[in-house]
């Protein structure tokens, strides 16, 4: 019988406290957030369109796609970057600058635009990759990144089967309701696996991310990457 290890590490992922909360400022929760789109549009254009492009699609290719990522995440990225939580001095400057209501209208304008991905580099690459997010890996070691990122999307759309590491057998996710990480597909293959390198190092320091990504070899963190990027 294989360990539940790596299921229970995906599961405590999915159903985790995020360490990066929403802002001091506001009682709001991710569910009950909201903005004002068209303010968000002036903002974005005059403060994030230089590395994120006036859509969320643009910049360099270790520049991470913000079009089409959930409201409450940006919201809570703006506040953890002003408050200190997650350090980037860039970042830092720019969200400090931001009214409660600023990050709120950029988050809301971001969230509603459409994310571009990135053509199929390797088909071969990119299905090694598909199996990897929607059931982990065969040896049980890594877990489906689908348990918390973009999970219903993965069981409806990608046919998941089901998680690995449970009783040798592939688990039934249910649709995974409750989801914690960022919304990943479509996102640029070069910054996901620039992250997961850095969450291998302890840099960004993230506990669950860096328990993951470490168990992964270089091979899998290049064709989970190139999956997630040709699947917007």
Known sequence: MRTLAPFAVALSVALG?????VGRESGATPGDLSGDAVHGRALVQARCAACHGVDGNGGLSTVPRLAGQEIGYLYRQL???SDGARVSPVMAAIASSMSDRDMRDASAFLAGQERHGDAVASAALEEEGRALFLQGSADGRVPACAACHDASRGWF?????????????GMPMMGMPVRNGPRLFGQRAAYVEQRLRGFSDGTPEAERMSAIAASMTLQQKRAVAAYIAAHP
Do not use: Q
């Open 79 to 81: 506040r953890a970057f």
């Open 157 to 169: 759309a990608g046919g998941m089967r089901g998680m690995r590491g449970m009783h040798g057998a």
């Open 17 to 21: 406290v995020s360490a990066l909360l």
